[in-house]
């Protein structure tokens, strides 16, 4: 069964410096990955996803995401966060169950920005 | 345009109660998924409607159970409440059946608080 481990439960990080945030995954086959984010009182927004090819992809809001096949890793970046980026950021992996494609999530990185 | 839409946005029941959550697709999507936010832990998938008819389901007791109306609309039912399903709510859309290829919008979620 695939899992997905997101290392950071927290992480504060100064308005305007950069971000990096992990994603490890666990599963048998080339993985379907998904960055989202939650503000409070917010549903979930997807960021970006990859499926397959270049490893780097671009997303809204100034995010990109890097796959890293050989660690089995998604990093979502940001070369310089607002105030406004403050949320949680969910990773979640796809896979295909019965027939039916679903998505399980990490448990969450909650993001402080400080100014 | 609306976004999805859930009622209501907050909810106390007692254990062994039955409750009843709401969602309101956006418009020309076909396709409702539920999914369960326990806090400090990523959304768990609980259900999938298309065109009426179940798509998808978890690993959720039967005490939970939904249904999509003909208007796309779509009810969660929770009967025997109990402390642990504590949690929010949170319904999503989409045009087509929920595929890793199709996006799915969330709605801002239900609070359901169990005493």
């Known amino acids: 069964a695939q899992s997905v481990t997101q290392p950071d439960i927290h992480i504060t990080v100064s308005e305007g410096a950069s971000l990096e945030l992990r994603c490890n995954y666990s599963?048998?086959?080339?993985?379907?990955l998904f960055w989202y984010v939650q503000s409070p009182g917010q549903g979930l927004q997807l960021l970006l996803k990859?499926?397959?090819?270049?490893?780097l992809v671009q997303g809204i809001k100034g995010f990109e995401a890097e796959f890293k096949r050989s660690q089995s890793s998604f990093y979502l970046r940001k070369p310089s966060v607002h105030w406004s980026d403050a949320a949680e950021y969910f990773c979640?992996?796809?896979?295909?169950?019965?027939?039916?494609?679903?998505?399980?999530f990490g448990t969450g990185t909650r993001l402080t920005i400080i100014p | 345009d609306a976004g999805v839409t859930q009622s209501p946005t907050h909810l106390i029941k007692t254990r062994g109660q039955q409750v009843t959550l709401r969602c309101s697709p956006i418009?020309?999507?076909?396709?409702v998924s539920w999914y369960q936010q326990v806090l400090g832990q990523g959304p768990q998938f609980i259900f999938q409607?298309?065109?009426?008819?179940?798509?998808g389901r978890g690993n959720f007791p039967d005490r939970f159970s939904a249904r999509q109306f003909p208007n796309y609309s779509s009810e969660l039912n929770v009967n025997a409440l109990l402390l642990g399903d504590s949690a929010l709510y949170l319904c999503?859309?989409?045009?087509?059946?929920?595929?890793?290829?199709?996006?799915?919008?969330f709605g801002p979620g239900t609070r359901l608080l169990v005493l």
């Open positions: 999503a859309s989409s045009l087509a059946v929920a595929g890793f290829q199709e996006t799915q919008y």
């Open positions: 599963y048998g086959a080339t993985p379907y």
């Open positions: 990859y499926f397959s090819g270049d490893t």
């Open positions: 979640a992996v796809g896979a295909r169950m019965g027939g039916n494609e679903k998505l399980t």
């Open positions: 418009s020309g999507h076909k396709s």
């Open positions: 409607y298309y065109e009426k008819e179940e798509r």
